[in-house]
T-cell receptor, first 113, second 115 residues
Framework: LAKTTQPISMDSYEGQEVNITCSHN???????ITWYQQFPSQGPRFIIQ???TKVTNEVASLFIPADRKSSTLSLPRVSLSDTAVYYC??????????????FGQGTTLQVKP | GEEVAQTPKHLVRGEGQKAKLYCAPI?????VFWYQQVLKNEFKFLIS????????ETGMPKERFSAKCLPNSPCSLEIQATKLEDSAVYFC?????????????FGPGTRLTVT
């Protein structure tokens, strides 16, 4: 499974756009990029998944450049309730995947008023 | 149900005692996963099930840990003779498909404290 590197922590203010970048230099052809969010005292929650280019849903956008060696999770106009740990995961699709998630350290986002 | 349920929320055990944790996956989900979060942000995969069958147990410390998912019953994770290092939050997750589907739904976790 591809190793991921993300900043340990980030600070932001309410109303700002937050971009969290994840590096995954040895991503494989059949790997997908997935982001999870974990609030204190809760289980992780799936945010978004992508393979290439851009994916957008009601929560976030995911930007993946052509070489796929990195990805950026973009949170528009964050609020205090977006304070959480954000995990970037990279793993294969298809028969080689047993489904288990491999979490890295994640990025602790602190949103300030 | 529409959420993964885990019981109990908190569990305290003395070293050497047994601990049993329960998980009810979302109805219709065929796959169940157990994870251990020991320190902040550090997750470890333990085991997964496809219905009642073990799918991947590569993360299980087999000498003291066991797990089951029986039909019409909550899944369970049991730790025999708990040790201090077993203190952690144990999360259960379920999904509709294990292959290529990284969208897993997590329960609120069970915090196990071994004293």
């Amino acid at each position: 499974l591809a190793k991921t590197t993300q900043p340990i922590s980030m600070d932001s203010y309410e109303g700002q756009e937050v971009n969290i970048t994840c590096s995954h230099n040895n991503i494989a052809t059949n790997d997908y990029i997935t982001w999870y969010q974990q609030f204190p005292s809760q289980g992780p929650r799936f945010i978004i998944q992508g393979y290439k280019t851009k994916v957008t849903n009601e929560v976030a956008s995911l930007f993946i450049p052509a070489d796929r060696k990195s990805s950026t999770l973009s949170l528009p106009r964050v609020s205090l309730s977006d304070t959480a740990v954000y995990y970037c995961l990279v793993g294969p699709n298809g028969s080689s995947n047993t489904g288990k998630l491999i979490f890295g350290q994640g990025t602790t986002l602190q949103v300030k008023p | 149900g529409e959420e993964v349920a885990q019981t109990p929320k908190h569990l305290v055990r003395g070293e050497g005692q047994k601990a049993k944790l329960y998980c009810a996956p979302i109805k219709g989900h065929s796959y169940v996963f157990w994870y251990q979060q020991v320190l902040k942000n550090e997750f470890k995969f333990l085991i997964s099930f496809q219905n009642e069958n073990v799918f991947d147990e590569t993360g299980m410390p087999k000498e003291r840990f066991s797990a089951k998912c029986l039909p019409n019953s909550p899944c369970s994770l049991e730790i025999q003779a708990t040790k201090l290092e077993d203190s952690a939050v144990y999360f259960c997750a379920s999904s509709q498909s294990e292959r290529g589907n990284y969208e897993q739904y997590f329960g609120p976790g069970t915090r196990l404290t071994v004293t």
